[in-house]
C-alpha cells in the first residue's frame, strides 16, 4: 500500500478554520483517499474520501491536488469535539481494510 | 446509534483464562476486522474476514483466534489470557467496494493481571 505522511500533530483555536494536510507522493491512479478520525477513547470513525476531485460533506471538506500527490482535510470552523487523532489513508483497488499511520493528533483551543 | 457492537466495553482477567471478545453488526457487511491498538500507538489489523467461514490473518501477529459462522457475528478468542495481552481491541466491519466506508466499534478495553 502507498504511504501518507502527516504532521504529528497540530494546534488550532476553536471556531477557526483547521487544514489538515497529507502527503501521498506515490498514490496510484486506483487509490483512493480516506480520512478517518479517533476521538479519545473511542473507535475511529470515517470523515470522508474522495480520487480525484474536491469533496465536501456535512463533516469537513477534502482538497486534493491536481497531481494527487496531496490532500487536505478542511474543518471549517473547528470545535472542542473535533479533538482527535485524525488519519489520512489510501485504500486501492487490491487492498483490504485500513492501514493506519500515527495521524494528526489536533489540538483545539478554547 | 451505533450499528456495530462490542462487547465487554471494559474487562479485566487473570492470567491464564480464556475470554471471547463479541463483534455484531447489523449491515450485513461481508468483510469484518479486528485491531489491536496500545495506548497512544497505531492500530494494527490482527484479523479479518471477507464473510461466513472465512478468516484471515493480519499485518500484526497476535495469539488469539477468530471466527465467523454468521455474518453479522465475529468473535475474537484468547484461550489463555496473558499481561502481554493487555489492549484495546477494535472491531470494523466494510461495505462492498473500495470507496465505501469502515465502520468501528467502540473497542474492548482489556487488562490481563
Known amino acids: 500500500d502507498a504511504k501518507t505522511t502527516q504532521p504529528n500533530s497540530m494546534e488550532s483555536n476553536e471556531e477557526e478554520p483547521v487544514h489538515l494536510p497529507c502527503n501521498h507522493s506515490?498514490?496510484?491512479?486506483?487509490?483512493?483517499i480516506h480520512w478517518y478520525r479517533q476521538l479519545p477513547s473511542q473507535g475511529p470513525e470515517y470523515v470522508i474520501h474522495g480520487l480525484t476531485s474536491n469533496v465536501n460533506n456535512r463533516m469537513a471538506s477534502l482538497a486534493i491536488a491536481e497531481d494527487r500527490k496531496s490532500s487536505t482535510l478542511i474543518l471549517h470552523r473547528a470545535t472542542l469535539r473535533d479533538a482527535a487523532v485524525y488519519y489520512c489513508?489510501?485504500?486501492?483497488?487490491?487492498?483490504?481494510?485500513?492501514?493506519f499511520g500515527k495521524g494528526t493528533h489536533l489540538i483545539i483551543q478554547p | 446509534e451505533a450499528d456495530i457492537y462490542q462487547t465487554p466495553r471494559y474487562l479485566v482477567i487473570g492470567t491464564g483464562k480464556k475470554i471471547t471478545l463479541e463483534c455484531s453488526q447489523t449491515?450485513?457487511?461481508?468483510?469484518m476486522y479486528w485491531y489491536q491498538q496500545d495506548p497512544g500507538m497505531e492500530l494494527h489489523l490482527i484479523h479479518y474476514s471477507y464473510g461466513v467461514n472465512s478468516t484471515e490473518k493480519g499485518d500484526l501477529s497476535s495469539e488469539s483466534t477468530v471466527s465467523r459462522i454468521r455474518t453479522e457475528h465475529f468473535p475474537l478468542t484468547l484461550e489463555s489470557a496473558r499481561p502481554s495481552h493487555t489492549s484495546q481491541y477494535l472491531c470494523a466491519s466494510g461495505g462492498q467496494g473500495v470507496p465505501y466506508g469502515y465502520t468501528f466499534g467502540s473497542g474492548t478495553r482489556l487488562t490481563v493481571v
Open positions: 506515490t498514490i496510484s491512479g486506483t487509490d483512493y
Open positions: 449491515m450485513g457487511h461481508d468483510k
Open positions: 489513508i489510501l485504500i486501492g483497488g487490491g487492498a483490504d481494510g485500513l492501514t
